[in-house]
């Protein structure tokens, strides 16, 4: 990655975030506006994203009708760039020691009843194993911010994760959502040949922040604010922003993520790469996650991811398993990306439940002591699979954008292209052939085949020749064939 001249700016410096002018262009535009509503959703059609005063517009949105014709705008933004393309990874939790008070969480440091493991780097590919004979090729490696061995730890569990070949799988992409670090640190990160570097600013309110973060090195807000300069800096260009929602008013941390994906865009030439929308879920030992500040309904939820899509075109949105299978559903349209499936959040979690598969709810209550929140779905990768096919989805495993070297700057302009049609589609279904001929149920193969036989025959012609190659090659026994 060529980092522009800008990039020398200090990475320290967070004074991109500017609250007033959140506050005022919130203001601006208070009550709902439909002339205004649907003279943005026009422009948003454009696929060119939308200003901070088009996004604080959509944010008000409350009547039933306005929101109906947001959503379908989302839809069609939704189909026109991804199809019916959905990205599958799945959490690996290596560690849940903290030194962090965060007031939402498990693995806080003050909650001395749960169970603290640190997997050993046996342990951590053992997790990884069960996970590649799942079937997954992208996984996101979590921990709490302690790690055993400082971050030789993360680093040498990312390389023994690279390391495992099992039958036809291994896993082609890590991306980490770890705490923040120095730019050195990153540049270690960077080296083991990370995906994305993920980071959640919870909330981009002060006050709530300091409220929240009791105690620890995640109570300097700016030192987090300023993690994905420091990462930019040290090349990684793919980022992942994130806000918890419940914390504070999601209208004010909606516009500011989309202030900070706009810092990063003009500052290194790339926004971030995708954006997570975690809502709080019950916690072990956190009453604050049961009764949070700012829960954000159900409507609210839709409503923003549907802003979202529109409002970044180009950024992948991420739903994880935190959200009730209903709610993921309803939100593919919408706008989401990339989804993770079978996801565990206790160290060790898909092991144990591999190994004790006779004694479920034994598994089910070592989770909860252990993990970082409860999940809203619990189903396996394989019925999310199925489930995904039969709506008209094509399950995608693919990672050839990381691996054709497609990342930052070059993965937008290149998403932006016409290219992006001829190769993702005819990826995608030879990720998901892989799938079926390695590790699907009977179920999946025969809704999957037919899901296929459909993607190919609704491609341009000279997708669908790609896509042919592939997946022969893929039948005729060749794994990890990508354009
Ligand atoms: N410890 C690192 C940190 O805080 O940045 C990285 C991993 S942390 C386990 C990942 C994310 O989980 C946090 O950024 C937070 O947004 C989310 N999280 C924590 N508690 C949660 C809860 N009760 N419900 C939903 N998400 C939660
Ligand atoms: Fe620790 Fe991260 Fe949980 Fe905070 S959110 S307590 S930093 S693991």
Redesign the pocket.
């Known amino acids: 990655m060529t980092i522009p001249a800008s990039a020398n700016r200090d990475p320290a410096d967070t004074s991109w975030l500017n609250p007033g002018a959140i506050h005022a262009a919130l203001a601006a535009s208070d009550r709902e506006d439909a002339g205004r509503v649907r003279e943005v959703l026009d422009k948003a059609r454009a696929l060119q994203g939308l200003t901070t005063g088009e996004v604080a517009a959509l944010l008000q949105i409350r009547d039933p009708d306005l929101s109906a014709e947001l959503y379908a705008a989302a839809r069609w933004a939704k189909e026109a760039i991804y199809g019916k393309r959905i990205v599958l990874f799945a959490p690996l939790y290596i560690s849940?020691f903290?030194g962090?008070?965060?007031n939402?969480?498990a693995?806080?440091?003050d909650n001395t009843a749960l169970k603290r493991r640190s997997l050993s780097i046996e342990e951590i590919q053992r997790e990884a194993q069960v996970l590649i004979a799942q079937g997954h090729k992208r996984l996101l490696v979590v921990a709490?911010?302690s790690y055993p061995n400082g971050l030789q730890y993360v680093l040498d569990a990312l390389e023994a994760i690279y390391a495992i070949r099992l039958g036809n799988g291994e896993i082609r992409r890590i991306n980490v959502n770890l705490?923040p670090m120095e730019v050195d640190e990153f540049r270690a990160l960077h080296a083991v040949g990370i995906g994305t570097y993920q980071i959640f600013q919870e909330t981009y309110q002060r006050d709530v922040y300091a409220a929240a973060h009791v105690s620890?090195r995640?109570r300097d807000m700016d030192w987090r604010l300023s993690a994905p300069d420091r990462a930019m800096q040290a090349g990684i260009d793919d980022i992942g922003l994130g806000v918890l929602f419940g914390l504070g008013d999601w209208r004010f941390d909606v516009l500011a993520l989309m202030t900070h994906a706009a810092h990063l865009e003009s500052t290194y030439g790339a926004g971030c790469h995708t954006i997570s929308v975690p809502r709080i879920e019950p916690a072990h030992g956190s009453d604050f996650s049961r009764a949070p500040w700012n829960p954000v309904s159900d409507d609210d939820f839709r409503k923003l991811v549907a802003i979202l899509r529109l409002a970044v075109p180009y950024t992948g949105i991420i739903m994880s398993t935190r959200e009730s299978p209903q709610m993921r559903r309803e939100t593919y349209a919408l706008g989401v990306s990339q989804i993770s499936a079978g996801s565990r959040t206790n160290p060790g979690g898909y092991a144990a439940h591999a190994d004790a598969e006779a004694l479920p709810d034994a598994a089910t209550m070592e989770d909860f002591d252990a993990s970082?929140f409860s999940l809203g779905d619990h189903r396996s990768l394989d019925a999310v699979v199925l489930e995904l096919a039969e709506l008209g989805y094509t399950p995608s495993f693919c990672t050839a954008c990381y691996r054709n070297g497609r990342t930052g700057e070059d993965f937008m302009q290149w998403a932006k292209s016409a290219d992006i049609k001829e190769k993702c589609g005819p990826n995608a279904v030879g990720t998901f052939m892989e799938y079926l001929l390695d590790y699907a149920g009977p179920a999946t193969v025969e809704a999957g085949t037919r899901a296929i036989e459909r993607d190919i025959a609704g491609m341009g012609e000279k997708e669908r020749r790609i896509a042919r190659v592939i997946v022969d090659k893929v039948c005729g026994g060749k794994r990890d064939v990508y354009c």
């Open positions: 849940n903290c962090n008070a965060c939402y969480c693995f806080s440091k709490g911010e705490a620890g995640k970082q």
